[in-house]
């Protein structure tokens, strides 16, 4: 089986970190609603373990997601495996879903339930940084990959086409080196060095040397797509709005756009009308409803 991405009436739909307006981010359930939704695709998150696994979360810190408290890195996947990840969203998990406990879940896990659809299905990979790992967080997913038969030369495993993204230049160039460049998303969003600084509440000196790095870091992701050192552009659809004229040119020099987050009537009918390729949304029910029925692309709101 293959990934068909010649889809010639809508973008694809890719489900983030599954259908995560329905049930809590990353979640079994999450992703079996995304397929059930007939999602395109499904993204993920991936940190690792004080142990080294590859576990399916967005936050380096359990507190947002969890019942429990610290950096990610600093728990065992046993330890991981205590926590309850699903009921800070307030909704129940039908059992057909599975149990509580058997919400969270490693990057096999949910390879394995991507290879249960029975159809091709794509999978977006995010590395998050920064990670106390460095890049080794890249070398241990693709390990990972491989040990569960993926093919690198077409970034296939099984019926599930695989791509990687990251907002780390140093991680995009890192894959670079092992991955063909047609499955490697350089993430950008724009970076408001004030706004950072004040996020962050670091103090003036502290806040403002991050929010530089980001900064840079944002500016050699762009020179990336500049470059067309990569397949495929994954700008923020604000960053859609704000830089009509970048987006244009990348989209010109052929690069494959995957927008997230998009999930409202207006961002979906924005993408459409620009010829975005793939949209990456919390509703993929709802995406998908919206752009099946007449098949055209939407125009551009005024």
């Known amino acids: 089986m293959t990934f068909d991405e010649s889809v010639p009436d809508r973008p694809l739909v890719y489900a983030h970190r599954g259908a995560s307006a329905a049930f809590a981010e990353h979640t079994r359930a999450a992703y ?3 397929i059930a939704d007939g999602a395109d695709g499904v993204e993920c998150d991936v940190h690792l373990t004080r142990d080294q696994h590859a576990v399916l979360l967005h936050d ?25 990840f699903s009921s800070w969203k307030g909704v129940r998990i039908p059992e057909k879903y599975g149990a ?26 995010e590395l998050k940084h920064p990670s106390p790992y460095q890049l080794k967080l890249e070398d241990r997913v ?31 160039k890192h894959l670079l080196k092992k991955v063909p460049a047609a499955h490697i998303c350089q993430l950008v969003d724009d970076i408001d060095v004030d706004e950072i600084r004040d996020e962050l509440s670091l103090g003036t000196l502290a806040g403002t040397a991050v929010a530089n790095v980001m900064k840079a870091a ?47 009537e207006r961002d979906v009918a924005l993408c459409q009308g620009l010829g975005i390729h793939e949209i990456t949304t919390n509703k993929p029910a709802r995406v998908l409803a919206q752009l099946e029925p007449s098949g055209q692309q939407a125009p551009l709101p005024s």
């Open 32 to 34: 079996l609603q995304a």
């Open 60 to 84: 380096a810190n359990l507190d947002r997601t969890s019942d429990g408290t610290g950096p990610v890195a600093d728990r065992t996947l046993a330890e991981l495996r205590q926590l309850d």
């Open 100 to 125: 509580r406990s058997e919400q969270f879940l490693t990057l096999p896990e949910l390879l394995d339930i991507l290879r249960g659809t029975g159809r091709p299905i794509g999978l977006a990979i």
């Open 142 to 172: 693709l390990e990972v990959l491989h040990g569960e038969g993926w093919n690198p030369s077409t970034s296939t495993l099984d019926n599930i086409s695989v791509s990687f993204m990251s907002f780390s230049p140093d991680s995009v």
């Open 218 to 264: 944002q500016l050699e992701g762009e020179r990336i797509l500049d470059e067309c050192e990569v397949g495929l552009a994954g700008p923020g659809i604000m960053y859609i709005r704000e830089h009509a004229r970048t987006v244009q040119r990348w989209l010109e020099s052929g690069r494959r756009f995957r927008v997230w987050t998009v999930d409202t």
